[in-house]
T-cell receptor, first 115, second 111 residues
Framework: DTGVSQNPRHKITKRGQNVTFRCDPI?????LYWYRQTLGQGPEFLTY????????KSRLLSDRFSAERPKGSFSTLEIQRTEQGDSAMYLC?????????????FGPGTRLTVL | GQNIDQPTEMTATEGAIVQINCTYQ??????LFWYQQHAGEAPTFLSY????GLEEKGRFSSFLSRSKGYSYLLLKELQMKDSASYLC????????????FGKGTTLSVSS
């Protein structure tokens, strides 16, 4: 396994359109995270899955955002009715489970540009 | 609220030592991470501290004082390739879920 992968790497869309991103975590990792990063800022947490259960969502995740991890493997993040303020790098990360914090391995990200 | 502060920018020369500080105020604490991020790339893990003290890993060391809400990342024998953003991040709960990141410190290493 070569690490966390994300597709597409770049997405340009017009305001009001829906977009969907995919994340494939490291295969043995049961924890999966989505973050958003804008220029000059650190990543901001969006949501977290343990296996297929979505256990935590940030207040940043408005009702236009939805994430799924249907079989506890890959995950999708959908943004409906995109706005220019959604333009950012969307990062996915995964980690192993168990007690305590674990190192999160990040994917290369999907860069979204909303025109 | 959650607050993580680090300097915005630092500069140093090849071969030098640089210390990047991070202070945090969070509701709950279960560890502090340092990540390195080169421009246009994903963050990569450098270190993790949950107990007070110094963790050393090659040219990089990280220190934590939980009572002071303070950490630093020490980079020795700087190389040009160390030019990057260094992100301090805190995890709040025992499950070790969401990372709360600072804005990052952009380090520029010159020859």
């Amino acid at each position: 396994d070569t690490g966390v992968s994300q597709n597409p790497r770049h997405k340009i869309t017009k305001r009001g359109q829906n977009v969907t991103f995919r994340c494939d975590p490291i295969s043995e990792h049961n924890r999966l995270y989505w973050y958003r990063q804008t220029l000059g800022q650190g990543p901001e947490f969006l949501t977290y899955f343990q296996n297929e259960a979505q256990l935590e969502k940030s207040r940043l995740l408005s009702d236009r955002f939805s994430a799924e991890r249907p079989k506890g493997s890959f995950s999708t993040l959908e943004i409906q009715r995109t706005e220019q303020g959604d333009s950012a790098m969307y990062l996915c990360a995964s980690s192993s489970g168990g007690q305590g914090a674990r190192e999160q391995f990040f994917g290369p990200g999907t860069r979204l540009t909303v025109l | 609220g959650q607050n993580i502060d680090q300097p915005t920018e630092m500069t140093a020369t090849e071969g030098a030592i640089v210390q990047i500080n991070c202070t945090y105020q969070t509701s709950g604490f279960n560890g502090l991470f340092w990540y390195q991020q080169h421009a246009g790339e994903a963050p990569t893990f450098l270190s993790y501290n949950v107990l007070d003290g110094l963790e050393e890993k090659g040219r990089f060391s990280s220190f934590l004082s939980r009572s002071k809400g303070y950490s630093y990342l020490l980079l020795k024998e700087l190389q040009m390739k160390d030019s990057a953003s260094y992100l301090c991040a805190v995890t709040r709960n025992q499950a070790g879920t969401a990372l709360i990141f600072g804005k990052g410190t952009t380090l520029s290493v010159s020859s």
